[in-house]
């Protein structure tokens, strides 16, 4: 789907999930960090937004290309049938004046050793990754199962992140400087936006949680600790993260965020969609210019 300037202007059937995102972000290809280091920086009390202000990119004289490496979170659409990647692609062809393609290679089912894997396995993903001016990571969602049984005590607001995380995905700090290095090495020097994606918790407020104060007593620490990790691991790799726990669940990230969901508080709705596509505009694509 392509965008251009106008003139003048299912994560999967949501296995909504645990995702261990930890570990020391020191450097770029530290692919061998340890996945059980301790996650301090996931309970912001202002709401933490991407680490770069707007700068407005040069336009393109062949357009760009935004691959999308998600899941189904990433593949929702709204009411008109747009996800958050065309929305902001149309936002950043108006801002440019440059065409910019979408090429959505996310998978509902998708998770961070499956995705990790096919960047380095798949020879279609790799040459998609290889063409693309943008690349948007967000994966993760997909890694656990917060409805399987856990440890008592087990991320109680008390204890440690690393104690919490190391339980349910224990690979997915690994993963994601894997996915991150070898975005880079596929791009070989190119100038490149790379944006990586928070953790969200549909948990607060939802019916179908295990239980009332689930979201808050349980998943708040694994949904900033997701995050906190994600987005240190995005700067580490010279990419720029978009929190969207601290948009959807306010300050603290405990609100309700049903405002920005859909009907099944669990992917996004309009307002969210809009919300992500909006933040992704706000940075721009500095490393374009």
């Not at 994966?139 to 991320?155: A, I, Q």
């Not at 009332?212 to 900033?224: D, H, I, K, L, T």
């Not at 669940?249 to 609100?255: C, I, L, S």
């Amino acid at each position: 789907m392509s965008h251009t300037a106008r003139p003048g202007v299912a994560r999967a059937a949501l296995a909504i999930c645990l995702v261990v995102a930890t570990g020391a972000c020191s450097s770029a290809s530290s692919s061998n960090a340890d996945p059980t280091a301790d996650s301090t920086a996931g309970s912001s009390s202002a709401a933490p937004s991407a680490e770069s202000s707007s700068t407005p990119a040069s336009p393109a004289a062949t357009g760009w290309t935004l691959v999308g490496l998600g899941d189904s979170f990433t593949k929702t659409q709204d009411s008109s049938g747009k996800t958050y990647l065309d929305l902001f692609a149309a936002e950043l062809s108006d801002q440019t004046g440059t065409t910019v393609t979408v090429d959505d290679r996310s998978d509902d089912a998708s998770t961070s050793d499956g995705l990790a894997d096919r960047l380095a396995n798949d020879a279609a993903t790799k040459e998609a990754v290889a063409a693309a001016d943008i690349v948007l990571v967000s994966v993760g969602g997909n890694d656990s199962d917060p409805f399987g049984v856990y440890p008592p005590g087990t991320c109680a607001p008390d204890q440690a992140q690393r104690k919490c995380l190391q339980t349910y995905a224990p690979r997915f700090a690994a993963n994601y400087h894997s996915i991150l290095d070898a975005i880079t090495t596929l791009r070989a020097g190119r100038p490149t936006a790379i944006r990586v994606t928070s953790a969200d918790n549909p948990f607060v407020g939802w019916s179908e949680a295990p239980d009332p104060g689930f979201g808050v007593r349980f998943y708040r620490q694994v949904a900033e600790a997701e995050t906190a990790a994600a987005c240190r691991i995005a700067k580490a790799n010279g990419a720029l993260c978009v929190d969207y726990l601290h948009i959807f669940g306010g300050p603290d990230g405990t609100q309700d965020p049903k405002p920005y969901l859909a009907s099944d508080h669990a992917h996004p709705g309009d307002k969210g969609i809009r919300a992500i596509a909006d933040e992704l505009a706000r940075i721009g694509v500095p490393e374009l210019s």
